[in-house]
């Protein structure tokens, strides 16, 4: 918890895949895009707490894939 440990956190990432991409300078939010998982790190500017989120691609792409099917079956049943 707190700046000491969120910037921990930031460094392990930075030296296990680079430095992130962070769209605005100013805002703590950083993103590393692999080719199977997203990865990113979201520190908040008042208390330094940081969510770390992981996301598998394969795992996204599946659900786009559900919600397009369930939309077909929901519009055939009108």
Do not use: C
Not at 13 to 29: C, D, R, T, V, W
Not at 60 to 73: C, V
Request: aromatic share 10%; net charge negative; proline share 3%.
């Amino acid at each position: 918890v707190g700046l000491l440990n969120s910037t921990r956190a930031k460094d392990v990432l930075e030296a296990q895949y680079g430095p992130g991409f962070q769209s605005n300078k100013y805002i703590p939010l950083y993103a590393w895009f692999g080719n199977n998982v997203a990865l990113m790190y979201d520190e908040n500017s008042v208390t330094h707490d940081a969510k770390i989120t992981f996301s598998d691609k394969s795992i996204a792409a599946q659900e786009q894939i559900d919600k397009k099917e369930a939309a077909k079956k929901a519009a055939s049943d009108l």
